[in-house]
């Protein structure tokens, strides 16, 4: 139990693009998702903190207009990273955490690279 | 920003050996979580120690905290080639929704 995927695993993109990451609850669901970034060897930075049906939350320093974040539906929670750049390349991760749990339960990861 | 603080940044060790690592957070918790992460790969969640606890057992790992000091350790025994993996403390806010903070991480290596 407690399974959270991502889509797509990796992705490669042109410098101006928009691209979407999916991360749902496969079995269980979700009020809170959370997104992180992560750089080559180093720790993950939380990114937003989306809640089911309302605006998502940012941390200091995290562009809105720039990682659009939606959480739809108790299983859905959607990134999009709109006109991205090389500096945007990163690992994006995402997290689920379950009703009435403290524990969070993260996706295995979008690997982004912008050309 | 990152709350914790994780030394050895990085480990060596030779199986069989058991690997300690350490953990220290700046603010009041709700919880600390410890998670492994093998490379380019998420987060497998290991361990959760309430702050009301004081150690926690799971197989072959063993949690302290030590809330007075602000610190956490993470005790692997008779380490596997498999245990390889970067280790991650995350610290769980105590109002509203369990946000994390993340420790820099430890980079353990175990060798056959």
């Known amino acids: 139990g407690a399974v959270v995927s991502q889509h797509p695993s990796w992705v490669i993109c042109k410098s101006g693009t928009s691209v979407k990451i999916e991360c749902r609850s496969l079995?269980?669901?979700?009020?809170?998702m959370f997104w992180y970034r992560q750089f080559p060897k180093q720790s993950l930075m939380l990114m937003a903190t989306?809640?089911?049906?309302?605006?998502?939350?940012?941390e200091q320093g995290v562009e809105k207009d720039k990682f659009l974040i939606n959480h739809a539906s108790l299983t859905l929670s959607t990134l999009t990273v709109t006109s991205a750049h090389p500096e945007d390349s990163s690992f994006y991760i995402c997290?689920?955490?379950?009703?009435?749990?403290?524990?969070?339960?993260f996706g295995p990861g979008t690997r982004l690279t912008v050309l | 920003s990152q709350q914790g603080e994780e030394d050895p940044q990085a480990l060596s060790i030779q199986e069989g050996e058991n690997a300690t690592m350490n953990c220290s957070y700046k603010?009041?918790?709700?919880?600390l979580q410890w998670y492994r992460q093998n490379s380019g790969r998420g987060l497998v969640h290991l361990i959760l120690i309430r702050s009301n606890e004081r150690e926690k057992h799971s197989g072959r790992l063993r949690v302290t905290l030590d809330t007075s000091k602000k610190s956490s350790s993470l005790l692997i025994t008779a380490s596997r080639a498999a245990d390889t993996a970067s280790y991650f403390c995350?610290?769980?806010?105590?109002?509203?929704?369990?946000?994390?903070?993340f420790g820099a991480g430890t980079r353990l290596a175990v060798h056959p």
């Open positions: 989306s809640n089911e049906g309302s605006k998502a939350t940012y």
């Open positions: 603010t009041s918790i709700n919880n």
């Open positions: 079995d269980f669901q979700a009020t809170t």
């Open positions: 995350a610290t769980g806010g105590s109002g509203g929704y369990n946000k994390l903070i």
């Open positions: 997290s689920a955490e379950g009703i009435r749990t403290d524990t969070q339960y």
